[in-house]
């Protein structure tokens, strides 16, 4: 272990001592939350499913995500909107409308049993003093009867690490990250979604839990995200596919190809890893302070393509969709009839839902909870997800402040 490491940890402990002292009276993990350490944000109030979080950087407040949630069985935690400031004397930029888990997804590699674990309307799990660790906090959803009771959602800061470093200084990266569980049978699946100081938005899946039996039967974990971005508000959204390009032959020359999502319509696309394949929501009528339009990419994090080639209500399955925002529309099997091939809706300068497929492969371990051809312990959690991140949203490196501390 080396010694930078040691004393970050001995400091960790220090700091979580008297943290959780501080929390005083209440129900356990409801009360004040204290910094991660000196010079990082308080965690922001939640009231009435509504939460402000402040990002600091050189000792003054910078930016700011503002964040409406809701809870549901079946989809679990969910987002009702999201806005952002670059810089607290402006106004809030509108980022996200309803950003919801579609639909969890597993199949076994025997062919049976396939799983639709959002269908199957599985509720949230109660959250605790323990999910919520020293520096968050359990809330409970007012608006929900069923939750109102007992909290499942955890509202936590966390140090994300370098988020960057230069010959100046460096900085730690913070974000706001929400997070509940789908007690779903054997299975607990983590929903969580993180906004980060810098205006990137983390969406992740997390499958943990007991598994089904103890023979070592592999099968998938799908995550299929609807998100409606509402970038500066609803409408005036356009979407492209950037796609990286290295020609054979000798030909050294790459490039990167920006284009209409499949010519301006609805309709769907899949990753290509030689690729890079990644999408852009542009708002035109927002420009930073070099007059350059403001986009968001939608960046997969993956370790590969789910394809598994079932007929009937399967045959959704691609890495995205892009359609128009149907307010009541949540389910991704019905993409296909519903979106009119002859005549699909334009998604330029339209109000849009991005739909996104990112899979996890499990192939049981002993770690995860086999012994002697019997079930024992927990599957430890497997991660899959996206990223949201700006693209000329601000005008320089956010939060970048070189200081001496
Ligand atoms: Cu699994």
Redesign the pocket.
Known sequence: MNLSRLTFGLSLLLLIGPGAAARGQGEPGEGNVPPIAPGYPKLGENQGNEIIQHFTSGGKDQTAWKVQWGTRSGNGLFIKGAWYKRALNEDWLQVLGDARLAESF?PYNKGNPRYWDVKLNFPLAVASAADAGPFGRVVKDASNPNSKNSPTVVQEIRDRGPSWKDNLGVRRGQELTLWGTLAAGN?RYIIQYSFCDDGTICFRLG?T?H?LTPARDG???LGIWRVHVALGGKGNNSVYSMEHEEPAGGNLKARTIHQVFNKGKEGWMDWDAKKFTMLRIKNEDIKNGQNLPTSYDLMPLRHGNSRHYGQGEEAFLHDFWVTINRPNQFRPEELPKLINVEEPASVVNADVVLWHCAA?H?N?RTE?GLMNGRLSGA?PV?WSGFDLRPFDLHDRTPLYHPYKN
């Open positions: 597993v299975y499958a839990g598994l099968h998938m974990h996890a499990h049981p995860d599957i497997m």
